[in-house]
Antibody, heavy 122, light 108 residues
């Protein structure tokens, strides 16, 4: 069965960096676009970034542009989110999610991980 | 970027029907998807595209769209449908995505 397991969250000081990982299993990871979505405590969902199946196409939300980078290693079935210059407002649960269609990015998130919590605080 | 607006909360009696709406300019061009999120859990896709349900989603969930408004209807709500519901669609650029503000559904 499809499984997505995030890791790498924790407490980090403002201005520092963190790398999140999402280990995928149960499907042909290299054939699917992937997303990161976050949720601040007690708040709604916010889309963060998408990467195409082969890593050639990437888009970020304006709120993280220039600070966050999405990447993937298809040989390791792993998705990453590299987060630099972290701010207090980046504190959130970070979810990875699979794009439903596969090669074509359709923006429907059919499988989600359980999330990893990032807390930015001094 | 675009915004998607939802009513903050709705309550209904067990077995009643509820329509949750999502308004935004990008919905004139793009279909929405809908996600159910229960406390402490990851979101679950319940409706996508014109009116498609993933495997395992009960047929009491349906979607529709008209103009700048997308709707999620729960026909004959069950206690387990109590959750937060979020719409999502592309923004005006077509390359970014935006979630709605969310609707808390309470089943009495």
């Amino acid at each position: 069965q499809v499984q997505l397991v995030e890791s790498g969250g924790g407490v980090v000081q403002p201005g520092r960096s963190l790398r999140l990982s999402c280990a995928a299993s149960g499907f042909a990871f290299s054939s699917y676009a992937m997303h990161w979505v976050r949720q601040a405590p007690g708040k709604g969902l916010e889309w963060v970034a998408v990467i195409s199946y082969d890593g050639s196409t990437k888009y970020n939300a304006d709120s993280v542009q220039g600070r966050f980078t999405i990447s993937r290693d298809n040989s390791q079935n792993t998705l990453f989110l590299h987060m630099n210059s972290l701010r207090a407002e980046d504190t959130a649960e970070y979810y990875c999610a699979r794009d439903l269609e596969g090669v074509v990015i359709v923006g429907y998130f059919d499988y989600w991980g359980q999330g990893t919590l990032v807390t930015v605080s001094s | 970027s675009s915004e998607l607006t939802q009513d903050p909360a709705v309550s209904l009696a067990l077995g009643q029907t509820v329509r949750i709406t999502c308004q935004g300019d990008s919905l004139r061009t793009y279909f929405a998807s809908w996600y159910q999120q229960k406390p402490g859990q990851a979101p679950v896709l319940v409706i996508y595209g014109k009116n498609n349900r993933p495997s395992g989603i009960p047929d009491r969930f349906s979607g529709s769209s008209s103009g700048n408004t997308a709707s999620l209807t729960i026909t004959g709500a069950q206690a387990e449908d109590e959750a937060d519901y979020y719409c999502n669609s592309r923004d005006s650029s077509g390359n970014h995505y935006v979630f709605g503000t969310g609707t808390k559904v309470t089943v009495l």
